[in-house]
């Protein structure tokens, strides 16, 4: 039965993990955590990681989805996280060409009352060359200058009369969450022994007071005893309470970042392509980002983005207040002449950076928009390895020097092999037979690579799974068994929110479609209909605190 080869699975990673010895045990299955366990398996490690919830269900799914350098950061004076980033886009690319696309960004420039204007577009152009030289180049294509025309062609819903001319430069996008899924199933292909929904109740401790395990509490399963040689703190803004409990107090280490985006109708912008955007009255920049293809070349949203400000509230659900809401439509109605409104956003979505307070020795009082994007590893007096900081296209370089560190004290010589390790559904044909359209096909293509064949396998089994997943957007109802039977998805919630982006792109639409996800995926996991009715209420209400949140200063 297709529930029981699920619960098998996931049975047997329990009992591994409760009756082995690791080499290395991650705690945290966000994208820099996976990367982790990623590097120390193909390294020939013992690999273990435990994630409290969802894999990417903290920051590493409420990210820009961005893969890029930052062209921000060298008019910060940091060239080397630049030609670091620029690399990383570039391995990434190859390892995973089916998550990764290349994207046009266009920097517009404005005659008057624009931050970008006449005046600095010299400047402008000089960081663009710095970053073509830098590592952009490597993308095979370098920036241009656009006349007003070709510039409004690519955002008509401007005020023609206040645009000069434009930058167009080139990186990528990825959607972040399917990026972590495929790190954690490649992992898992290598060795690793990992499961999401289990708690980290306490690091243990050996008779010297090293750390050497910890003690863990799955969702549906009795507490247990994971025993490793080497414990890597990868939890990210959580990097601190993990922290507190080896150590016993806190160690103020990490300056959370908080970062807001909305997801609106694309009809109401028009680009087709990526625009920076000025914030009135601020010195920072958003991103606007064309999302969910149509064949016609249009698109059925954009996603505006994203906010960097300090937070000090609880970090287990930061949520988008009124204020940002406001902060993200000022900037975009400053931007366009169609008058954005609260009720025209989709859905919004907020995430916080984990932040290293001094990994430059940055004062406290600089704005987090200008603090460094580096990451630090670090080790606490009894031996828990805490990797922070850094940033989405980073992952890889961040893993690897956490692992370097690993391999001293375990005294292996093993050298890192994830610079050109593909995940898991890059590479070879993909299947040409399309389930319902070339559009369905094409959609497939982008998230499951030469993995669509298993999809339209599905299909072909079950015709009514090409249906749509939820009204008005490109999932099918193949996707919601293929992620309970082979991505690790437990919850209606990892359904709707990572396996799929449903509800950040129409949360409405989502909840909409909530009990039919549920019985969907009911008969594949042993839901009876009490546990359907208990999915769809939870889900339904942590959307509801979103739309409470929102109203809230």
């Known amino acids: 039965m297709l529930e029981a080869n699920h619960t098998k699975a996931r049975r047997q990673a329990l009992a591994r993990l409760a009756s082995d010895e690791f080499d290395?045990?991650?705690?945290?299955?966000?994208?820099?955590?996976?990367g982790v366990a990623l590097d120390a398996a193909t390294r020939g490690l013992k690999t273990a990681l435990v994630e409290r919830r969802d894999f990417s269900s903290g920051?590493?799914?409420?990210?820009?989805?961005?893969?890029?350098?930052?062209?921000?950061?060298?008019?910060?004076?940091?060239?080397?996280?630049?030609?670091?980033?620029?690399?990383?886009?570039?391995?990434?690319?190859?390892?995973?060409?089916?998550?990764?696309?290349?994207?046009?960004?266009?920097?517009?420039i404005l005659k008057r009352d624009g931050v970008v204007s006449r005046k600095i577009a010299r400047a402008l152009g000089t960081a663009l060359w710095m970053y073509d030289l830098t590592g952009g180049w490597r993308i095979g294509r370098f920036h241009r200058r656009l006349k007003a025309d070709n510039a409004f062609a690519h955002l008509p819903t401007m005020d023609r009369k206040r645009l000069d001319s434009a930058y167009l430069y080139f990186d990528a996008m990825a959607d972040d969450s399917r990026i972590c899924v495929a790190l954690a199933r490649t992992a898992i292909d290598n060795g690793a022994a990992i499961v999401n929904h289990t708690r980290v109740e306490k690091i243990l401790h050996d008779a010297d007071n090293k750390a050497c395990g910890a003690r863990v509490k799955p969702f549906d399963a009795d507490a247990f005893e994971i025993r490793a040689k080497i414990v890597v703190n990868a939890t990210g803004v959580w990097s601190d309470e993990v922290m507190t409990t080896d150590m016993g107090k806190n160690p103020d280490s990490i300056r959370p970042a908080k970062g807001v985006h909305l997801t609106v109708p694309w009809k109401l912008v028009r680009n087709d392509i990526a625009i920076v955007i000025p914030v009135p009255g601020d010195k920072r920049s958003l991103f606007l980002i064309p999302w969910i293809s149509n064949q016609d070349g249009t698109f059925q949203y954009t996603y505006i983005g994203t906010t960097d400000t300090d937070y000090t509230g609880p970090i287990d659900d930061p949520q988008c207040s009124s204020a940002d809401i406001d902060y993200v439509l000022r900037a975009l109605n400053a931007a366009v002449t169609t008058k954005v409104t609260r009720d025209d956003v989709t859905a919004v979505w907020s995430g916080l950076r984990p932040l290293v307070k001094s990994v430059s020795g940055e004062k406290?009082?600089?704005?987090?928009?200008?603090?460094?994007?580096?990451?630090?590893v670090t080790t606490s007096d009894s031996g828990v390895i805490s990797i922070a900081g850094g940033k989405l296209t980073t992952y890889r370089k961040m893993a690897e020097d956490t692992v370097d560190l690993a391999?001293?004290?375990?005294?292996?010589?093993?050298?890192?092999?994830?610079?050109?390790?593909?995940?898991?559904?890059?590479?070879?044909n993909n299947s040409s037979r399309a389930p319902e359209s070339t559009r369905s096909a094409s959609h497939l293509r982008s998230r499951f690579g030469n993995e669509t064949e298993r999809i339209e396998a599905l299909i072909e089994a079950d015709p009514s799974l090409a249906q749509p997943l939820i009204a008005g957007l490109p999932y099918l109802r193949a996707e919601a068994i293929f992620a309970v039977q082979n991505e690790m998805a437990l919850t209606l919630d990892d359904v709707l929110s990572r396996r799929t982006r449903a509800r950040i792109i129409n949360r409405r639409a989502s909840v909409a479609a909530a009990q039919q996800v549920a019985e969907v995926m009911a008969a594949h996991l042993g839901w009876d209909r009490a546990e359907i009715e208990r999915q769809v209420r939870e889900f339904c209400e942590s959307c509801a605190a979103e739309d409470q949140a929102a109203l809230s200063t």
Not at 25 to 34: E, K, Q, W
Not at 84 to 91: H, K, S
Not at 364 to 372: F, G, H, N, Q, V
């Open 59 to 108: 920051t590493s799914s409420k990210s820009s989805k961005l893969i890029h350098g930052g062209v921000r950061y060298l008019q910060q004076g940091e060239i080397g996280l630049v030609y670091e980033a620029l690399r990383e886009r570039q391995r990434l690319r190859q390892n995973a060409p089916h998550l990764v696309q290349v994207l046009p960004f266009m920097i517009p």
């Open 364 to 376: 406290l009082s600089a704005r987090t928009a200008d603090l460094s994007r580096r990451h630090k």
């Open 407 to 428: 391999t001293q004290r375990l005294g292996s010589s093993a050298r890192c092999k994830t610079k050109r390790h593909q995940l898991i559904g890059a590479g070879g």
């Open 24 to 34: 290395v045990l991650v705690i945290g299955g966000g994208i820099t955590g996976l």
